[in-house]
């Protein structure tokens, strides 16, 4: 198989695993106890206006009427009904929000994959050596420090001991945010010209970033390694030396390219749970995210923001898993000719 | 056969020796690691607290209800530990409270989520290819692809915040991780040679399934269950740092947390400690659990 038609293959199958997690989210949002036309209004609404609600929410038809209305609506219009607890179109709170959290995985990711790799490599490289042994040590206390305990522990470093990061917010306190392009103040904030702002906003997110990205981080330094050092003692590679291969070209392009298949699939995974253990960390340092809000509206039983920050968070769980695979069936040709997605 | 009988020392005809004398082996291998044994070590000490936290901890009592503003916002000394709360409670003690329902919850959400993930991942692996495994292996990709957090936070937020409520949210949300190994699993032990001399001789299903497939899955189910230990109780502490789980005034690990967290940095012992214990319990779990599959693993090539 192709490339081509192996991407439309998976992006059919994303397709088709979106239209079930949204069947399970509307489920998960109709068992909640209590009548939502009625907790939208508030209880000393009279029962015609609360029955007019409910006609419009078309919460008088069938259980499969219901969910055919409520999916027309999210993709014809993006409409995701009202919070109860901004009293805003979810859509308009997800829209704020969420900018801030992809800036913030964003960063981690770029953390995860740079750092995670070149430690790896190096790790595989000095296989045995006091520098492997190092940061073999590093990754695993990596790896089962959660990313909340590395932010209380970064935190207490870096803004209390040493004053050297800002605790709180995606700015220090008072400076106006760039003109909103993209919602992401770094990007923004270049985009209008003002690197100040963009220092102080990447500043804001720096120690959040390290605290997300340490654990998936360390996990993929394990994973290089020992997928390179698995590598490292197959035939191909002996032959390749044997003929006089340079040893950069045999490491870069015959070592590293087959070692990455499987980090870079846990990495994908790991960047995308990112955005579930996200609202801890931007609790701790008090940054206005989406998984901070999502947090609110989950504890206030805010049902139609649960359902759009869950969908939202979804989506990108599903973008990401399909750019992973496509990305892996580039590295290993085995699963595109073969057809199959591990 | 009689003289190979007579050659054979008759211990190693006793299954009971026998037993004895693998399990001795395995043993052996797994102390031969120290990081193995160092997990064992931490993993014990764990346990101890937890079932006798009554007994162990310096201040049984304030794991309830306690307020004692005299002695609130204390740092850490040889009185306490690890210092006091906001409200005068003993941290050390409540965490060693926090940890006893922490594995509780640990124990039930793999009670529950284990045998039901690995049954549906060994009748979707040992009918793969039909449309049982199309339909569970689907279902199990659904639930795969929300972030487990995410679902049980949502779970967990519909139904009541209790303890027992979070317990089911995450043994919702972790069931599908079982399905999927033993799925590939499954899916390739069942084209072994015995399995089919089973099918031939007319064993039924579920013979095939829990006398044949099974036993072969469980040295990989063995190494899982004892790292998951560690991941559903840091699951647990995210929830209950949200607010979700064990409700005040009872300890949480997370509740205690985003607790301590108002307080820093001036009052750094009561967020820190707590988040030193997840870690703690973690790395117990993990070396303990990579030691394990070290020992069960076949000798390395």
């Known amino acids: 198989m192709r490339l081509g038609p192996f991407i439309l293959r998976r992006l059919a199958l994303s397709i088709f695993v979106l239209f079930g997690l949204s069947i399970l989210i509307f489920l998960i949002a109709r068992v909640i106890p209590g009548d939502p036309a009625r907790m939208a209004l508030g209880p000393r609404t009279p029962v ?15 259980l499969p009427q219901q969910y055919g209305f409520w999916l027309r609506d999210i993709i014809t219009r993006g409409d995701l009904g009202d919070s109860l607890l901004t009293r805003r179109p979810v859509k308009q709170d997800i ?8 800036e913030l995985v964003g960063l981690t990711a770029i953390f995860i994959v740079v750092f995670g790799i070149s430690l790896g490599v190096i790790s595989a490289r000095y296989a045995n050596t006091w520098v492997d042994k190092v940061v073999r040590l590093f990754s695993y206390l990596g790896i089962v420090t959660p990313a909340f305990a590395w932010a209380v522990i970064l935190m207490l470093l870096f803004c209390f001991v040493w004053y050297l990061f800002p605790s709180y917010g995606r700015l220090t306190e008072g400076v106006i945010p760039p003109v909103t392009i993209t919602g992401m103040y770094t990007i923004d904030s270049l985009l209008n010209g003002r690197l100040d702002l963009f220092w102080d906003a990447f500043v804001h997110l720096i120690l959040p970033a390290i605290a997300l990205a340490l654990p998936p981080m360390s996990q993929a ?16 590679i002996a ?14 392009k015959y070592l590293l390219k087959p070692s990455l298949i499987s980090p870079l699939t846990v990495m994908g995974l790991d960047i995308a749970a990112t955005f579930g253990y996200a ?17 609110q509206v989950m504890l206030n039983k805010d049902v139609n923001a649960i359902v759009g920050v869950v969908m939202v968070l979804g989506v990108v769980f599903i973008i990401l898993n399909l750019t992973i695979d496509i990305l892996v069936s580039y590295l290993d040709p085995r699963i595109r000719l073969l057809g199959r997605s591990s | 056969m009689m003289t190979e009988k007579m050659f054979t020392p008759n211990a190693i005809e006793n299954p009971r020796v026998r037993r004895l004398d693998s399990l001795k082996k395995s043993w052996y291998k797994f102390s031969r690691n120290w990081l193995s044994l160092l997990g064992l070590v931490i993993v014990v000490i764990i346990v101890f607290l937890a079932v006798f936290a009554p007994y162990v901890a310096p201040y049984p009592q304030h794991a309830g209800k306690f307020i004692d503003f005299k002695f609130m916002n204390q740092p850490p000394s040889w009185q306490h530990l690890m210092g006091t709360d906001e409200i005068g409670r003993d941290v050390f003690s409540r965490i060693i409270f926090a940890y006893r329902s922490a594995l509780f919850m640990a124990i039930v959400v793999l009670a529950i989520s284990v045998p039901f993930g690995t049954l549906a991942g060994l009748i979707a692996g040992y009918y793969s290819g039909s449309w049982i495994d199309t339909v569970i292996m689907r279902v199990t990709d659904v639930f795969i692809s929300i972030p487990p957090i995410l679902l049980a936070l949502s779970i967990a937020a519909v139904l009541r915040p209790t303890l027992v409520n979070t317990m089911i949210a995450v043994s919702v949300s972790w069931w599908p991780w079982y399905t999927r190994m033993t799925y590939s699993l499954a ?13 031939i001789t007319g064993a039924s299903k579920t013979h095939i399934l829990f006398h044949e497939i099974l036993p072969n899955c469980s040295s990989s189910l063995f190494t899982k269950i004892a790292l998951d230990i560690g991941w559903v109780t840091l699951v647990g502490a995210a929830l ?8 005040p005034p009872k300890p949480g690990l997370g509740d205690m947390i985003s607790k301590g967290i108002e307080r820093m940095p001036a009052q750094w012992w009561i967020a820190l400690f707590p988040a030193l214990a997840i870690m703690f319990l973690v790395l117990g779990f993990n070396l303990f659990g990579d030691g394990i599959r070290d020992t069960l693993s076949p000798e390395e090539g």
């Open chain 2, 240 to 247: 209950s740092f949200v607010g979700l789980g064990e409700q």
């Open chain 1, 95 to 102: 829209r704020e929000f969420f900018p801030a959290t992809l």
């Open chain 1, 239 to 252: 032959s390749m030396i044997a003929y006089g291969v340079p040893s950069r070209i045999v490491s870069r």
């Open chain 2, 187 to 199: 899916s390739s032990i069942k084209n072994e040679f015995y399995v089919h001399a089973a099918e």
């Open chain 1, 221 to 236: 330094a394990r994973l290089t390694r020992s997928s390179m050092a698995d590598n490292q003692n197959k035939d191909y």
């Open chain 1, 279 to 295: 609202f801890m960390v931007e609790q701790i340092f008090a940054f206005p995210g989406l998984a901070r809000y999502g947090i």
């Open chain 1, 48 to 62: 015609d206006v609360v029955e007019k609600l409910r006609q419009k929410m078309h919460l008088d038809k069938s």
